[in-house]
């Protein structure tokens, strides 16, 4: 049986990227269809030193760790200490399954993801044993090109196994 990934988002691309793989595979593979949230760092600006004229930003990670310059502050106790935003995550779900059942595959695994698109798809190749990656393209300019890179690009140089980009 071909265990089938599916790289989704919420375009339109994804949408014909997951039908044309039923398309091709049909209902006797085992589907995965996973999406990837990027990962968001809100970054503020501490305030202590705009009093002189500099500021530094405090990047506060996930995990509710504080990074400040090269200092990491860990949060011990308080109101709300130690929780993760599990919004991105149930967000990339949310949008994985619509994606499969708009597309009606059979009984997919659904994944959601955060991080770089194109390691976490290839992470969860690898996890899944996925035999073939299913990833949508569209046509992008030279000026989206260069400040957010092709994800389709990058999972086709980097997968060990084989990707189909459905155009």
């Keep these: 049986m071909t265990q089938v990934l599916i790289a989704v988002d919420d375009s339109d691309s994804s949408l014909k990227a997951a039908r044309s793989a039923h398309t091709l595979f049909g209902d006797a593979a085992t589907y995965t269809v996973v999406n990837v949230a990027e990962h968001q760092t809100p970054v503020m600006w501490g305030g202590d030193t705009l009093m002189w004229g500099v500021g530094y930003p405090v990047v506060v990670a996930p995990t509710g760790d504080v990074a400040v310059g090269a200092n990491r502050l860990t949060p011990g106790t308080g109101e709300g200490a130690g929780d993760v935003d599990n919004a991105p995550i149930d967000d990339a779900i949310r949008v994985a399954r619509d994606v499969a059942s708009d597309a009606a595959i059979p009984n997919p695994q659904v994944v959601g993801e955060v991080g770089d698109?194109?390691?976490?798809?290839?992470?969860?190749?690898?996890?899944?044993?996925?035999?073939?990656?299913?990833?949508?393209?569209?046509?992008?300019?030279?000026?989206?090109?260069?400040?957010?890179?092709?994800?389709?690009?990058?999972?086709?140089?980097?997968?060990?196994?084989?990707?189909?980009?459905?155009?």
Aim: no cysteine; charged share 20%; aromatic share 6%.
């Design 117 to 167: 698109p194109a390691t976490a798809i290839l992470d969860a190749a690898r996890h899944h044993s996925a035999d073939v990656i299913v990833i949508g393209s569209h046509e992008r300019n030279w000026f989206s090109r260069l400040f957010s890179p092709s994800v389709s690009g990058a999972v086709m140089r980097e997968a060990e196994i084989p990707v189909l980009v459905i155009r």
